[in-house]
């Protein structure tokens, strides 16, 4: 109980304005690799099933294709055996993929995932020191006195 109450002592606006900070960047990144990464992705793994067929993997039109290709991709890298056990890939345009994207793609992965963590780690602070910050404020009502 000592944990808690240390925890719910503690200041961490600090650290929820970085975290704010960098969803606000993570969102942004995102629509900036989508749009860049998009016709790439296309040329260089056309031949994936994953890729060529999006329908599989619950992809939309427009922005949420390219951010949905993103994560298709990241998973394609995360586990290859497991899109080669089931037909989403095609090995040899997977090894021929430029590393230089596989990293980027993949540290942007793992960017999101710590972010989303820290402000999963924040909410559940805040759920265990009593703390909401998004209820209403209770305002305490004016007596009535008659004359």
């Known amino acids: 109980m000592r944990g808690v109450i240390d925890l719910c002592s503690a200041d ?42 999006p329908s599989l993997l619950f992809s939309q039109p427009g922005v949420w294709n390219g951010i949905t290709k993103l994560g298709t991709v990241a998973t394609i890298f995360l586990l290859p055996k497991t899109m080669l056990k ?41 759920y265990l020191c009593g703390v909401w910050r998004f209820s209403r404020p209770q305002v305490a009502m004016p007596s009535r006195t008659r004359l």
Do not use: W
């Not at 997977?94 to 793609?105: D, G, L, N, Q, R």
């Open 86 to 126: 089931y037909g989403f890939i095609d090995p040899v345009q997977v090894k021929a993929f430029p590393p230089t994207f596989k990293y980027i793609i993949l540290i942007h992965f793992f960017m999101t995932l710590s972010v989303f963590f820290v402000l999963g780690m924040l909410r559940l602070r805040s």
């Open 12 to 53: 961490i606006s600090c650290v929820a304005v970085i975290a704010s900070f960098a969803f606000i960047l993570i969102i942004v990144q995102t629509l900036v690799l989508a749009f860049y990464f998009k016709n790439k992705i296309d040329e260089l793994l056309g031949n994936c099933e994953a890729i060529k067929n």
